[in-house]
């Protein structure tokens, strides 16, 4: 479905393609003058599994196997685990209705060092943004006293966000 600068206007559709009937057709564009409808590779479920089957047959005679793929327990490499958004909430108490991204990040260095050490407010907008947090401005005081404006989250969108994922995980 991706079809380059022009396409559309250049009167190439990909909305001439029906998903579940037309699957494994494209435009084929630079071979020829003009972009040409062509059949590209297309394999259904069994089709795809005979080819990893095969694949893995492959590999397991030349050796190349390993990790997982030969059983092995997965190494924990992955890093601590934790939920952030709850980490966010236990950083911001209920009276503090608006907060700037930058005191979430130095709060959740201080909650868990491990997994946030490092972090600034960019680091808290890029990860919350997944969840459908949007930074805003928000006016705060800094240490010295001076009334501002920065980059920072409204409480009542991260507990909506927690809520809304905790009923999505419940129906699942």
């Not at 062509?38 to 390993?66: F, H, I, W």
């Not at 108490?93 to 979430?104: H, Y």
């Not at 805003?136 to 001076?146: F, K, L, N, Y």
Request: net charge neutral.
């Amino acid at each position: 479905m991706i079809l380059g600068t022009s396409a559309y206007k250049n009167g190439v559709r990909a909305t001439a393609f029906r998903p579940e009937i037309d699957a494994g057709n494209g435009y084929l564009s630079g071979a020829t003058t003009l972009p040409v409808v062509v059949r590209t590779a297309y394999l259904d479920d069994p089709a795809t599994n005979a080819v990893a089957q095969r694949a893995l047959a492959l590999r397991k005679v030349e050796g190349t196997l390993s990790g997982c793929a030969l059983g092995e327990e997965a190494e924990t490499a992955a890093g601590p685990a934790y939920d952030l958004l709850a980490d966010v909430v236990a950083v911001v108490p209920t009276s503090e209705e608006r907060v700037w991204n930058e005191r979430i990040a130095a709060r959740l260095a201080e909650l868990r060092p491990e997994v946030y050490g490092g972090w600034k407010g960019e680091n808290v907008t890029s990860a919350l943004k997944p969840h459908g947090i949007k930074t805003r401005d928000v006016a705060g005081t800094t240490d010295d006293g001076t009334r501002t404006t920065r980059r920072g989250i409204v409480r009542a969108d991260l507990t909506k966000a927690i809520t809304e994922r905790n009923q999505s995980q419940g129906a699942a």
